[in-house]
């Protein structure tokens, strides 16, 4: 453990500041940190049907992480728009939601470098034939996840008239529900968490058009909580070298 230095040498007079405290309490030591997500997206965080957890690509990640840097976390469950205000609040302490690292967010949360590369991309009924493009979105009606750069997207593309309405939904799992159902046109989503809804929906839904630009995913701390990153920051690399990382995308995504 550590020990306090008390009065510094050097032979001057040694003023005494504060208790040393600081520097004497083992860091850390008990200190569950809290992390954020929101679990409607899989394969990168989602309920397990059977236990009822939360579990999938980021958060064995997230604990991996946690594990080679030597912390204990807990993962909370909340809406993805009410992540970064809880960071900024302190009442979480790391976000790891398949976030995507854009400029608006780094200016309010300090993120870990770029853990995976994916794209928007539109999504409608496997019946569907008159939406082959973003083109064909003029007069429909197109659901997002409130707070994601889907919904932003879809914004931005109503702001141009290339879009009627946007409708925004809390959890993704609803926005598929309302997609099948037939009560909105289309889907902006994230491509590999489409797939997934793909997956346990078969034969119900499709992707179409070109995916949107590429966007990077990383997880998130409190601004100017550099200790707490460079921890992080540090477990990734080892959880990169040691192999585990690559074991993780063999069993969500099974070695894409
Ligand atoms: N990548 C998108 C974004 O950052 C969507 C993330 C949604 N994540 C979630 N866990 N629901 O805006």
């Not at 809290?34 to 939360?54: A, L, S």
């Not at 909340?78 to 854009?102: H, K, Y």
């Not at 799992?173 to 989503?189: K, P, T, Y």
Request: aromatic content about 8%.
């Amino acid at each position: 453990l550590t020990v306090a230095l008390v009065g510094c040498g050097g032979g001057g007079t040694a003023t005494p500041q504060g208790s040393g405290d600081e520097e004497a309490a083992p860091a850390d030591s008990g200190k569950v940190y809290i992390v954020g997500t929101e679990p409607t997206f899989p394969p990168f965080e989602y309920v397990d049907e059977n236990t009822g957890e939360i579990v999938g690509f980021d958060i064995d990640l997230i604990k991996a992480i946690a594990e080679r840097a030597g912390i204990q976390v807990e993962i909370k469950s909340m809406g993805f728009d009410g992540l970064i205000p809880a960071l900024q609040s302190g009442n979480i302490d790391i976000v790891i939601a398949g976030m995507t690292v854009n400029e608006e967010r780094a200016a309010v949360v300090d993120f870990g470098p770029s853990y995976w590369e994916a794209y928007l991309q539109i999504a409608v009924t496997a019946d569907n034939e008159d939406i082959k493009s973003v083109e064909d979105l003029k007069d429909k009606t197109v659901g997002v996840q409130i707070g994601t750069t889907g919904a932003f997207k879809a914004e931005e593309l109503k702001a141009q008239g290339l879009v009627k309405e946007v409708k925004t939904y809390n959890t993704v799992d609803v926005i598929f529900m309302e997609l099948i159902q037939g009560n909105i046109d289309a889907v902006i989503n994230d491509l590999p968490v489409t797939e997934a809804y793909m997956a346990r929906n078969p034969g119900k839904i499709k992707l179409t058009g070109e995916p949107f630009e590429g966007e990077e995913y990383g997880y998130a701390v409190a601004k100017g909580n550099k200790e707490l990153l460079e921890k992080l920051n540090a477990g990734l690399e080892q959880v990169r070298a040691d192999g585990t990382f690559d074991e993780l995308v063999l069993k969500y995504f099974g070695g894409e």
